[in-house]
């Protein structure tokens, strides 16, 4: 292989330091008591499969305590920054992850949509380690963010 070409995978698919996910859902509930959810960190263990804790404070500059369970896979935790608090609308944070080689990026965003409100949720992944990690675990936090979707719509409509 040459100086500087990308090196595949065992399906010879390129190797990226990065991924995201998109992901969002519509919810027939009125946008502040879906925010309410979302901002109720202690009792997230009670409804959320994807993300099973926060600790801390939603305040711009605040350091939180955030554990994520992939489908299938063991809890890890990591310390991201707020970055966004947007009342109603947006909170966003950003941590290292994977002993410190990974940066992570999570939004969660609301939205007016008809009647209810449209929840999106976007999470990137960059850094070294990135490009080590598989589709099957690409696809456990695409799952696990989607878990989490309907899991706050079921909270949120009920």
């Not at 600790?55 to 809890?75: D, F, I, K, N, T």
């Not at 109603?88 to 990974?102: F, S």
């Not at 939205?111 to 999470?123: K, L, V």
Request: glycine share 10%.
């Amino acid at each position: 292989m040459r100086r500087g070409a990308a090196r595949g995978n065992c399906a010879g698919a390129p190797l990226s330091p990065f991924f995201a996910i998109r992901s969002g859902v519509t919810i027939a509930a009125p946008i502040p008591k879906v925010w309410a959810v979302l901002l109720d960190f202690p009792r997230y263990a009670e409804w959320n499969p994807y993300i099973r804790a926060i600790a801390g404070e939603a305040r711009e500059g605040a350091r939180l305590r955030v554990c994520v369970v992939p489908a299938q896979h063991r809890e890890r935790c990591y310390d991201p920054v707020v970055l966004k608090v947007a009342e109603g609308a947006e909170l966003r944070w950003k941590g290292r992850y994977w002993h410190r080689l990974t940066t992570v990026e999570h939004s969660f965003r609301l939205e007016p949509d008809g009647a209810g409100m449209r929840f999106r949720q976007d999470t990137s992944f960059s850094g070294f380690l990135v490009r080590f990690v598989g589709e099957e675990q690409r696809s456990a936090f695409r799952g696990g963010i989607e878990e989490m979707n309907a899991a706050l719509k079921r909270r949120a409509e009920g």
